[in-house]
């Protein structure tokens, strides 16, 4: 890996992150100056820069890696599969959240902290140094808790709290972790840490990554300390959910897969056991949680972390195998489209949030189904999804890191999670007999309606629904032939 001489080269570096803070700067600008019912210009600002942040980032996949910063960032194909596929996300999430949130007299600022939190998930991708993961987890959290909290509704106030408090108890494990790395290596920079660590103290190093995992683990939602997902994605508006069980699991996943592939490698701890335990407990008790509920969000949220699961597996060989760092490419992207998918069909039906609900209100827009199965089947691992071809890469790479005990948990907890999902497919194909309004009210307004009642579907979310499926096949069809070709 080759690092960067000139100051203003290390600054050309980052320019899709970049782009990403002068969209947030710009659109609150922009925000301050402009009429509110015509805020929808700062969205569209948002919108332009995730884009150039995307294509600056795709352009410069193909250069070699390199640290800038005295080591302290690192750009690689690992960080720029992250800065693609977050901006990318973002700008898909921007317009997710446009119905729900248009009008709202902060309306700016909820696409403004949208845009931190994706290059806190960035930077947590990037960090090549203890000291700025910290700074990277504290830039990918703060912007968030806000963010569950936009509606200011009790449902909302309730997983903010739950959010923020469990997020500053992991903060304060990571900062432990943090110090106990730096007193045993005198060191914060990933490359000496791999030199020192092997030779320091059993203890410290227990506590160091104990800690600091546990940051990263937070952050992707992975057991044990999974338990804010569930609440918060209940809780808060279902365009939020989606930013909240996507955008940050992405960057925490690849600070994970970075700190196992350098300075956690060669540590006389097995932390690759560690991880494939926390992998296959995530994925296990997130499909078990599943399988009990009817709320919509709830089963989204669970699937969330059985997902963690699966992207766990590739951090655990991350240092074993030369296939971990495209099999974590591929269900990077494949999980980050698919998720966005099922969310944008939770999103287009505002008032349904049962499964019978949502069957009632999908009755009249089938090809909203199929959609919808497409990204719910995508999650399962069918083929020709792109997380179908996303779990055959971390398999083979798991296998080859000599996890061979994993992959077999992992195909048995893939055939598991077919059944929960079933369970929301199949009410939606069957159909749900449609109620005729009662004169206590307009159908379709409220938080919940009763099953049968005829709701209304947005538009936007629809759009997303429909590209995020489309996206999915095609995604996977690529991905499979270009592992082919390989």
């Not at 352009?59 to 690992?78: I, K, M, N």
């Not at 999430?93 to 806190?120: C, D, F, I, K, N």
């Not at 999974?226 to 699991?249: E, N, S």
């Not at 061979?404 to 992992?410: D, Q």
Request: charged residues 10%; proline residues 5%; contains cysteine.
């Amino acid at each position: 890996m080759t690092g960067m001489s000139g100051s203003g080269e290390a600054w050309s570096a980052l320019l899709p992150e970049a782009f990403l803070l002068l969209g947030a700067v710009g659109g609150l600008l922009l925000g301050l100056w402009t009429p509110q019912q015509r805020q929808w210009r700062v969205r569209v600002l948002v919108t332009v820069a995730c884009l150039a942040s995307a294509v600056s980032a795709a352009l410069a996949l193909p250069d070699p890696a390199q640290r800038v910063f005295e080591g302290t960032w690192v750009v690689d194909t690992t960080t720029g599969v992250v800065r693609v596929v977050v901006a990318l996300g973002v700008a898909a999430l921007v317009w997710l959240a446009a119905p729900s949130v248009a009008g709202h007299p902060r309306e700016t600022e909820a696409y403004v902290l949208m845009l931190l939190g994706a290059l806190g998930t960035v930077a947590l991708a990037a960090s090549g140094d203890l000291l700025l993961l910290v700074a990277a987890y504290l830039l990918a959290s703060v912007p968030l808790y806000a963010l569950a909290g936009f509606a200011k509704d009790s449902a909302g106030t309730e997983a903010t709290m739950k959010y923020y408090l469990m997020g500053a108890f992991v903060g304060v494990l990571l900062l432990v972790g943090v110090a106990a790395l730096v007193l045993a290596s005198g060191t914060t920079g990933y490359s000496e840490l791999a030199a020192l660590l092997p030779e320091s103290s059993p203890v410290l190093l227990a506590v160091g990554v104990l800690g600091v995992l546990a940051g990263v683990a937070f952050k992707a939602g992975a057991v044990p300390v999974h338990f804010w997902v569930p609440d918060v994605t209940a809780g808060t508006t279902p365009p939020m959910a989606a930013y909240l069980t996507t955008i940050p699991k992405i960057g925490a996943v690849a600070a994970a897969f970075r700190l196992l592939a350098e300075p956690f490698a060669d540590l006389p701890l097995d932390v690759p056991l560690l991880v494939a335990v926390i992998a296959a407990a995530s994925m296990t008790l997130g499909n078990l949680a599943a399988f009990a509920q009817t709320d919509v969000l709830r089963l989204l949220a669970y699937s969330t972390v059985s997902q963690v699961g699966y992207l766990f597996m590739v951090v655990a060989v991350a240092a074993r195998t030369d296939l971990a760092v495209p099999a974590l490419a591929i269900y990077l992207a494949a999980y980050a489209v698919t998720n966005i998918g099922a969310f944008a069909a939770v999103v287009a039906t505002p008032a349904a949030r049962t499964i019978t609900d949502w069957a009632t209100a999908a009755a009249q827009h089938r090809w909203l189904v199929v959609s919808l199965v497409i990204c719910l089947l995508g999650l399962v691992g069918t083929p020709p999804t792109a997380v179908f071809v996303g779990k055959l890469a971390v398999f083979a790479a798991a296998w080859d890191g000599a996890m061979p005990w994993l992959v077999v948990v992992a195909a048995v907890n893939t055939v598991a999670s077919l059944f929960y999902y079933l369970r929301w497919i199949a009410p939606a194909f069957v159909g749900v007999p449609v109620a005729a309004a009662t004169a206590e009210g307009s159908v379709g307004t409220g938080a919940r309606t009763a099953a049968g009642t005829a709701q209304t579907v947005q538009r936007v979310p629809v759009v997303v629904l429909h590209a995020a499926a489309a996206m999915s096949i095609l995604l996977g069809v690529g991905a499979g032939l270009w592992l082919g070709a390989v």
